[in-house]
């Protein structure tokens, strides 16, 4: 089969429901504002992703700025790496961080799910795997161990081995009750992670975790501001928990900068921040070779198609944003996610984007 070429790229802006808002120590996510991409080929082929904006406000500057880049692109092949390539020389000078390296790591997603479908194979196939059952952990906002009991019980019987919840109440002692009770509804045998969300100094993250070490924790995510790779350094050097971290790094470099650092015991990058499916090739590469556990930051759907074929394969994170806007949302199975194809598997539930769109 020839190269696909690119004959357009659109996007439409959509608002979606969340069937569990998320609320953090540093924000709460009530709704999912969400880009989806299609990426036209020549070949009648059209290769779906979409980008999660964290905030309404992101959307329409995000529309106008493909509108700015798109036309580079349009008439070039579909090929992941090239366009990457080509978009790192055009934005130099600039950097590829925030808005930018968003849509650029989205629009590398969506060219994997072209080629994908082209070949009517999996992602995962493409790029040397298997389409196996990869386990998933419930993700979790700050909760109420009362309030929230029966969905937590609820995960338990999906089969989930392991769970998330949210920390950085103002009250360090109701974050070690919260803590507590949540080990308690889960039993011994699930794991249960922890995320600070950046909301913590240093020497309170170091204060804090050592209060819910005696609750068997998993891992403990973002206890300071991400970027603060010494101060991650210094937290992993002073606790008896794994320090977890990766969401925020912006493509490969940042990685290798953390891993520079010692500022992480483990990793989680974000497809969406971390040069999509191309950049985190990139990344298990690097996690490999450092015999580091990596999981995934949401985007269950293109996490199903490259943990498979990470060699320090951890856990998929299930936080489920985009599923209110496909035909076939991608479900837990035992506690495990399963790709599916061709491409990336994902398809738009044309009625609810219509629903749900924003101008």
């Not at 964290?54 to 493909?66: C, D, E, G």
């Not at 989205?106 to 194979?121: E, R, S, V």
């Not at 520079?260 to 990793?267: E, I, K, V, Y």
């Not at 856990?315 to 949302?329: H, K, N, T, V």
Request: aromatic share 6%; glycine share 8%.
């Amino acid at each position: 089969m020839n190269s696909l070429m690119i004959t357009d790229i659109r996007a439409r802006a959509v608002v979606a429901p969340l069937s569990r808002p998320v609320r953090t120590a540093s924000g709460s996510v009530d709704v999912s504002p969400l880009i989806l991409l299609d990426v036209v080929t020549d070949q009648g082929i059209t290769g779906h992703a979409y980008l999660f904006g964290y905030t309404p406000v992101t959307l329409k500057p995000l529309m106008s700025l493909l509108e700015q880049i798109k036309p580079e692109l349009i008439g070039k092949s579909c090929v992941p790496l090239a366009r990457m390539q080509q978009m790192e020389k055009r934005f130099r000078l600039l950097g590829l961080q925030g808005l930018l390296g968003m849509l650029l790591s989205t629009l590398d997603m969506a060219y994997w799910d072209a080629l994908g479908k082209a070949a009517n194979q999996p992602v995962v196939h493409l790029l040397g795997g298997e389409a196996i059952p990869v386990a998933a952990y419930d993700s979790y906002g700050m909760v109420d161990p009362v309030k929230d009991a029966k969905a937590i019980e609820q995960t338990l019987k999906q089969g989930f081995k392991a769970i998330k919840i949210k920390l950085g109440d103002v009250d360090a002692q109701r974050d070690l009750h919260v803590v507590a009770e949540v080990r308690r509804i889960i039993g011994s045998d699930v794991a249960l992670m922890v995320d600070y969300n950046q909301s913590l100094s240093p020497k309170e993250a170091i204060r804090r975790i050592q209060m819910i070490e005696a609750y068997d924790i998993h891992w403990v995510e973002e206890p300071v501001v991400a970027e603060d790779l010494q101060g991650h350094a210094t937290v992993r050097q002073s606790v008896n928990v794994g320090i977890q971290t990766g969401e925020n790094w912006w493509f490969p470099r940042d990685a290798e900068r953390a891993l520079s650092a010692h500022a992480c015991d483990m990793m989680m990058p974000d497809l969406m921040k971390i040069g999509g499916i191309t950049g985190w090739l990139s990344v298990m590469g690097m996690a490999s070779a450092a015999s580091m556990p990596m999981s995934s930051h949401i985007f269950i759907e293109a996490s199903a198609h490259v943990l498979p074929v990470t060699p320090t394969c951890h856990w998929l994170e299930f936080m489920d944003f985009g599923s209110m806007i496909l035909a076939e949302p991608y479900v837990i199975d035992k506690g495990h996610v399963t790709a599916k194809g061709p491409g990336l598997g994902m398809a738009w539930n044309e009625s609810a984007v219509a629903r749900y769109a924003v101008n």
